[in-house]
Nanobody, 117 residues
Framework: VQLQASGGGLVQPGGSLRLSCAAS????????MGWYRQAPGRQRELVAT???????NYADSVKGRFTISRDNAKNTVYLQMNSLKPEDTAVYYC????????????WGQGTQVTVSS
């Protein structure tokens, strides 16, 4: 499985960005897609996930500001980030988990999001 993420960049506080991540390769129908982030000096943390059935999960810090969605036909997950804050600055990693006898997990290459004036 390969993951190709895009959409990071520099944005001012209060601005918006949209991240995309496309999965390719041997994909199975039972899967979760999501985003994690890692700021300098901090551990990687969950941002949001969405299951193939559409169930979503968000970190408390992004609830009401970020929206995760997916296009199953394109095997792509999106993260719409609104009302961005400087503390959202991090490298954002796409994550893909799929189930076949057990869970298999894959990571994208990471995309930098910087929120600064």
């Amino acid at each position: 499985v390969q993951l190709q993420a895009s959409g990071g960049g520099l944005v001012q506080p209060g601005g918006s960005l949209r991240l995309s991540c496309a999965a390719s390769g041997s994909l199975f129908s039972i899967n979760d897609m999501g985003w994690y982030r890692q700021a300098p000096g901090r551990q990687r943390e969950l941002v949001a996930t969405i299951a193939s059935a559409g169930i979503t999960n968000y970190a408390d810090s992004v609830k009401g500001r970020f929206t995760i969605s997916r296009d199953n036909a394109k095997n792509t997950v999106y993260l719409q980030m609104n009302s961005l804050k400087p503390e959202d600055t991090a490298v954002y990693y796409c994550n893909y988990k799929q189930y076949l006898l057990r869970w298999h997990e894959y990571w994208g290459q990471g995309t930098q999001v910087t929120v600064s004036s």
